[in-house]
């Protein structure tokens, strides 16, 4: 059996084998590794966790909080012990033996936990945010932290659930405001999907989604004038307002020559002001501190109407992606 390190190391190159990153990885423990970019001299940080479809995957695996967990919570008990608040839908099994098979169970009860894709939902927000707890501040020497969460449940690959339901749960679900406002840059997600094994960094999967969105809202918005609805600068700028009212942190804004850059995640969007091109580009790291943040450069407060019209329109739509859109790990 791989020890713990081991299996983390094998969950972080399955993300950056993708991005070919010229770094040093060194084992620490909060976070879990540092890398340092060798072209830049800059390091990042990158915690690990896994995911299961409910907390009686990790519980499971912890044999002593299980047999005690059994232990308080046996429906043969004389006095029934409070129920545990922290384990939703959780309870313990009496196992009948089979009186023909000698041997067939070691122990006479077991945990068993509902599966309900709501409780998943939780399970997952609450994971995120244990971890981002622990980074209100960067670790001093950092530029920032990435969080990697390797997803061990099966509930995400069920073949009717597409990737655009798979954002319509995420929206609809508190797991939205966790994802945007974590104290993480990015947020990678490996996981089994109905199109396969993906990774899919969360942040930028909701910006992304969010574009999509609006790109459509933008389009057929008839309070919009038509040489604003062409220029793709107007277009950014009210995107980026939009995004503010929806309560995404951590937007960074800064320019190079002709171009600017819109920056969430691990990603940046590239792109002329005076084009109608954008150019979608992912950093292995960059010194935040030098960038601007987008709550500090835009007044969106003063542009509540649109947020309004937007989430009007918002409600009724749905993003359709490509699968070129996602990173295939098989």
């Known amino acids: 059996m ?3 390190k081991d299996e983390e190391i094998d969950i972080l190159k399955e993300v950056y084998q993708t991005q070919k990153i010229n770094g040093n990885i060194i084992k620490n423990e909060t976070p879990d590794f540092i890398i340092i970019d060798k072209e830049k001299n800059l390091k990042i940080g990158i915690e690990i966790t896994t995911l299961y479809d409910n907390e009686l995957g990790p519980i499971s695996s912890d044999e ?3 047999k005690k967990f059994i232990a ?3 429906p043969d008990l004389k006095k029934k012990n409070k129920k545990n ?3 939703k ?3 313990v099994a009496k196992i009948e033996k089979n009186p023909y098979i000698s041997g067939s169970v070691n122990t006479d009860y077991t945990i068993v936990q509902s599966n309900d894709f709501g409780d998943f939902l939780d399970f997952f927000d609450k994971t995120i945010n244990r971890k981002s707890e622990h980074y209100h501040e960067n670790p001093k020497g950092l530029e920032f932290v990435n969080l990697i969460i390797k997803n061990k449940g099966g509930l995400l690959s069920n073949p009717k659930l597409d990737m655009t339901l798979f954002y319509n749960f995420i929206r609809k679900h508190g797991l939205l405001k966790t994802i945007i406002n974590s104290n993480f840059q990015e947020i990678y997600f490996i996981s089994k999907f109905k199109m396969g094994k993906l990774l899919i960094p969360l942040k930028w999967f909701v910006f992304f989604s969010e574009f999509l969105i609006f790109s459509k809202f933008w389009k057929q918005a008839d309070f919009v004038k ?3 609805k062409s220029n793709l600068n107007d277009k950014i700028n009210n995107f980026i307002i939009i995004l503010l009212h929806l309560g995404f942190n951590n937007i960074y804004l800064y320019k190079e020559d002709e171009f600017k850059y819109i920056m969430f995640g691990n990603k940046y969007i590239k ?3 005076h084009e109608n091109t954008l150019k979608e580009v992912t950093f292995f790291t960059v010194e935040l501190t030098k960038l601007k943040k987008a709550e500090n450069h835009f ?9 309004i019209k937007y989430n009007e329109f918002r409600n009724k739509v749905s993003p359709k992606f490509k699968d070129e859109d996602f990173i295939k790990l098989d």
């Open 271 to 273: 792109f002329h002001p």
């Open 89 to 91: 839908n959780m309870w």
């Open 85 to 87: 608040k922290r384990f």
């Open 226 to 228: 038509e040489s604003m």
């Open 72 to 74: 308080n919570h046996r």
């Open 299 to 307: 007044n969106y407060k003063d542009y509540y109407f649109l947020f």
């Open 64 to 66: 002593k909080f299980a």
């Open 2 to 4: 791989k020890r713990q």
